[in-house]
């Protein structure tokens, strides 16, 4: 199987890793899942020209936000696990260890705190959100989770993409 083809689904996997810790998080902390219709809201805004928002849930419906958010969700998922094989090679697909996957979830939030919660109303760094410390902390979690998710997919994927 194509190395691209590999991370393409380690990038899934590392997603999928995180939307489910947001299950159990929600089950275990009481913290509501993430809303990818608002992400979707925010980037059918952008053809626009609108690129920040207020609040970005009062901000007016896009059509099909929903499908829109999910897709970029999962797209974003994968281009961030690019990074591994473009910085420590199809090597590192051939033999995943957890510390460079570790730290690609780490860097990756920088996304949500520089880009996307400002983007959409919450300030850098969910600064204007009314607990940023409980905010930051966890998009930090989820994007570790992300980081263990994209080890783990590698690991079970390496077999069948390099037998």
């Known amino acids: 199987m194509a190395a691209w083809i590999c991370t393409v689904l380690i990038g899934i996997g590392g997603t999928l890793a995180m939307d ?5 998080r929600r089950r275990l902390f009481g ?3 993430a809303d990818y219709a608002l992400v979707g809201r925010w980037l059918g805004h952008m053809p ?20 829109l958010g999910w897709c970029m969700h999962y797209l974003t998922g994968v281009v961030f696990a690019g990074a591994l094989p473009m910085v420590w090679g199809t090597t590192w697909l051939r033999n995943p260890t957890p510390g460079p996957a570790i ?3 780490a860097v990756t939030v920088a996304a949500p705190f520089l880009l996307m919660q400002p983007g959409m109303g919450a300030g850098i760094a969910a600064s204007r959100t009314p607990r940023p410390g409980r905010a930051r902390l966890h998009s930090v979690m ?3 989770v992300f980081g263990a998710g994209l080890y783990l997919s590698a690991l079970c994927l390496s077999p069948l993409c390099f037998p």
């Open 142 to 144: 989820n994007h570790l």
């Open 48 to 67: 626009a020209g609108r690129f920040r928002h207020g609040a970005i849930a009062r901000s007016r419906v896009i059509r099909g936000e929903r499908v």
């Open 103 to 105: 730290v690609v979830g």
């Open 31 to 33: 913290v509501p899942v």
């Open 20 to 24: 489910a810790w947001g299950l159990l």
